[in-house]
C-alpha cells in the first residue's frame, strides 16, 4: 500500500523524513516534471513537428502533448485530479446523445480534456486555497481566457480555442459583465445562449456536476442525486425543491444539454464512469510520485489512511 510507502521514507542516511523533507521531495519531483513537459514541448516547437490535420483537428501527437501539460496542472492540484478525465467521459457521453457527428465528437473530447489548461499559469499557492477571497475569484475567472491565449499560442484550431474560451459563460447570459454580484455569474461575459458554443455548454455541464461532487478545498461534495437536482434547477427544469432549499430555478446551463445527461445517468451508463470515485485519487498520484502528502500536510483518505 501507498501509505506503507510514507511510513517507511528515509534519507540516506536511514533517518525517517519529517513531512517537511517529504512535501519538499514532492514539490521537486512536481517542478522536475514540469520542467521536462516544457523542455519536451520546446523540442517538438523547434523541430517544427506540430501537425494539424486538415479538417481543423489537432492531430493525436500534438493532442498528446497538451494533454501532458493538462495532466501536469492536475498533479499540482490533488483535489482536481482527474477532473479533466472525468469531465472528457461526461462530455463526450452527452455529445453522443444530442447527436453529434464523430468529427465533432473527436473536437468535443479534445476541448473537454484541455478546457481547464488556463490554470497552467496559476501560482501552486492557488490550488489549495480554502477560504476565496475577491482577488482569488478574479484571478480564478482569468483561465478561460488564459487557456485560449495558451492554445493560441501553440497554433491549435480556433474552434477548440472558442470552445475553451467560452466554457464558463451562462446561457441566461448573466455575467461578470453586466451582474457583477451574482453569486455565480458566466465568464468571460462576452456571449449567451445558443451563440455559446454547444461543446462549452456541454463541458459547463459537465465541469459543474464534477465540481459539485468531487471535494474542493473549500467546500465538500455533494451526493450525485443533489448534484443532479442542481443541474436541473440551473436548467429551469422540473427539480426536488426539497433537496435544494431556498433556491430558485434558473438558466445557467442549456436546458436541452441537461436533458442530455440526465438520459444518460437514467440508462444507467454513468454506473461505470462514476464507480471510480470510490477508490482513492491520491492513490494515484502515490503511484506516480511515491509519495502521499497533500497541502496542508495529513493524509484525509480513508483508502490511503486504510481504513
Ligand atoms: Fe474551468
Redesign the pocket.
Known amino acids: 500500500m501507498a501509505h506503507a510507502k510514507i511510513a517507511k521514507a528515509k534519507d540516506s542516511k536511514g533517518e525517517e523524513l519529517s513531512l517537511r523533507n517529504r512535501i519538499e521531495i514532492l514539490e521537486r519531483k512536481l517542478a522536475t516534471a514540469e520542467k521536462q513537459i516544457t523542455q519536451y514541448h520546446r523540442i517538438i516547437y523547434v523541430q517544427g513537428r506540430l501537425i494539424k490535420t486538415k479538417d481543423g483537428q489537432i492531430s493525436n501527437h500534438e493532442f498528446e502533448r497538451l494533454r501532458g501539460i493538462a495532466d501536469v496542472i492536475e498533479t499540482r492540484d490533488v483535489y482536481t485530479k482527474g477532473h479533466s478525465e472525468r469531465v472528457t467521459k461526461y462530455a463526450v457521453m452527452m455529445g453522443r446523445v444530442l447527436g453529434l457527428s464523430e468529427q465533432e465528437i473527436k473536437l468535443l473530447h479534445k476541448a473537454a480534456h484541455l478546457?481547464?489548461i488556463?490554470?497552467l499559469y496559476w501560482d501552486s499557492g492557488h490550488f489549495t486555497v480554502t477560504k476565496p477571497n475577491i482577488e482569488w475569484i478574479k484571478r480564478f475567472r482569468e483561465?478561460?481566457i488564459e487557456?485560449e491565449i495558451f492554445l493560441k499560442t501553440q497554433k491549435i484550431p480556433e474552434n477548440i480555442c472558442r470552445m475553451v474560451r467560452y466554457?464558463?459563460e451562462r446561457f441566461d447570459g448573466i455575467s461578470i459583465i453586466n451582474n457583477p454580484t451574482h453569486k455565480y455569474p458566466g465568464y468571460p461575459g462576452e456571449i449567451s445562449g445558443e451563440e455559446i458554443p454547444l461543446e462549452s455548454r456541454i463541458i459547463a455541464v459537465a465541469?459543474s456536476f464534477d465540481a459539485m461532487t468531487t471535494n474542493r478545498p473549500y467546500k465538500k461534495k455533494m451526493p450525485a442525486r443533489v448534484a443532479f437536482e442542481e443541474l436541473k434547477r440551473c436548467a429551469a427544469l422540473d427539480y426536488d425543491e426539497e433537496a435544494i432549499p431556498d433556491k430558485k430555478a434558473e438558466m445557467q446551463f442549456d436546458p436541452r444539454v441537461v436533458e442530455a445527461f440526465i438520459s444518460i445517468r437514467r440508462a444507467g451508463s454513468m454506473h461505470s464512469e462514476m464507480s471510480h470515485r470510490v477508490g482513492c485519487p491520491y492513490l494515484m498520484r502515490a503511484d506516480s510520485l511515491n509519495l502521499i502528502v497533500n497541502p496542508e500536510g495529513y493524509i484525509p483518505c480513508r483508502n490511503c489512511r486504510n481504513i
Do not use: I, S, Y
Open positions: 478546457h481547464d488556463g490554470k483561465h478561460p487557456g466554457h464558463h465541469d
